[in-house]
Structures are given as C-alpha cells and as structure tokens.
C-alpha cells in the first residue's frame, strides 16, 4: 500500500520556464528603465480582479500589486518611474 506521501514523490516538477509565462494578451508595457545591470519593465496587466502592475527586472516578475483602477494604477506607475529616476536609472532604448 501506497502513502500520500509517496504518491507525490514519485512524480517530477514541471519545468520553471513551462510554468512562467510573461507574456500574455493583457499586458501592456507603461515605461522601462535600465540599471546597473539590467532593465526594469513597468506593465499594467488586465486581471478578474481589475488591473496589475506589475514589475518586472531582466525580464523575470519581481513584483505584481492588484488595483481597482486603472488610474490608481498609472499615478502609481509614474510616481515609481519619477522615484527611479532621481536614483540614477535611466530611461532605457526600446
């Protein structure tokens, strides 16, 4: 007889790039910036919930916060984007 346990050990992780997927029909990129190192990408992202900014660095999600509007969402892109750059990031060629 099986244990719950072994029942799941038994079976393989799927892959982490079958997993992710960034790109999706909803998103739409609001500003990049680049750093040291790498970009940083500024997206609004349609969700069930209403609309996602969501952040992303080299390419992989760093950050996604939930907003009721798309408003809320834009100042608080900008303010982010204004912030960034008094730090030194610069805008970054498309």
């Not at 719950?4 to 999706?24: D, L, M, Y």
């Amino acid at each position: 007889m099986q244990t719950f346990q072994s029942e799941f050990t038994s079976i393989p992780a799927p892959p982490v790039a079958g997993v992710r997927n960034v790109v999706t029909p909803n998103r739409v990129p609001l500003w990049r910036l680049h750093g040291a190192t790498d970009d940083l990408v500024c997206a609004a992202v349609v969700t069930s919930y209403g609309y996602a900014l969501c952040l992303e660095l080299g390419g992989e999600p760093i950050l996604l916060e939930l907003q009721r509007s798309l408003e809320l969402l834009t100042t608080k892109a900008s303010r982010l984007e204004m912030a960034l750059l008094g730090q030194g990031w610069e805008v970054a060629a498309a």
